[in-house]
């Protein structure tokens, strides 16, 4: 067995910094050099596209992610992250494709975000609503949402509406009853 203490605490010590990369690759090669099987078991294609897109490497980065829509059609991360790239790039229409094909196949709250500040950038303000308070039905804690929600309500001088959520944000424990002393 090899000794897994110095490749530990390497992991420990880079999970407390800012370079999430470093540790990234720190753990690719931990699991390499100790036989962890189920690495790349299931291929994530996003991961290195948003790598390119940071790099400028835009058309790259779309091949990558349509390709991952080709492998796995439902994957609303790849969605998510084609629509917002092609957003960048000011090709809007097929940005709402990919951002309506994401919720169609999922609802999630990358999707109704992105799509919300398509409409929102675009001057649909009523269209951008809608979708930031699906955001916040999916997660009551979306604060980009909540925000753009609020600059909605400043710009049309309407006092803020509070988010209707059908979904509570925690799930209450049962208290156990005590029993009765005899």
């Known amino acids: 067995m090899k000794n897994l203490a110095p490749g530990l605490s390497r992991i420990v010590a880079l999970s407390f910094g800012p370079n999430y990369r470093e540790l990234g690759d720190v753990l690719n090669s931990f699991a390499a050099d100790h036989g962890d099987a189920r690495r790349g078991a299931r291929p994530n294609h996003a991961t290195p596209s948003v790598q390119r897109a940071e790099l400028n ?5 779309e091949q990558e992610l349509r390709k991952a829509l080709e492998l796995y059609p439902l994957n609303t991360d790849s969605r998510n992250r084609l629509g917002a790239l092609l957003f960048k790039l ?28 398509l409409y929102f950038e675009q ?6 609503e809608q979708n930031y308070r699906g955001a916040i039905s999916e997660n009551i804690y979306d604060h980009h949402a909540h925000f753009r929600l609020g600059l909605i309500d400043m710009d049309s001088g309407a006092t803020p509406k509070p988010p209707v959520s059908t979904k509570p944000p925690w799930r209450p424990t049962p208290i156990a009853k005590k029993p009765k002393p005899p």
Not at 57 to 61: G, P, Q
Not at 123 to 128: E, F, K, S, T, Y
């Open 90 to 117: 000011g090709r809007t229409q097929e940005a709402e494709e990919q951002y309506l094909a994401s919720l169609h196949s999922m609802p999630n709250g990358d999707g109704y975000d992105g799509l919300g500040d």
């Open 57 to 61: 490497e835009k058309v790259l980065a």
């Open 123 to 128: 001057g649909r303000r009523d269209l951008a």
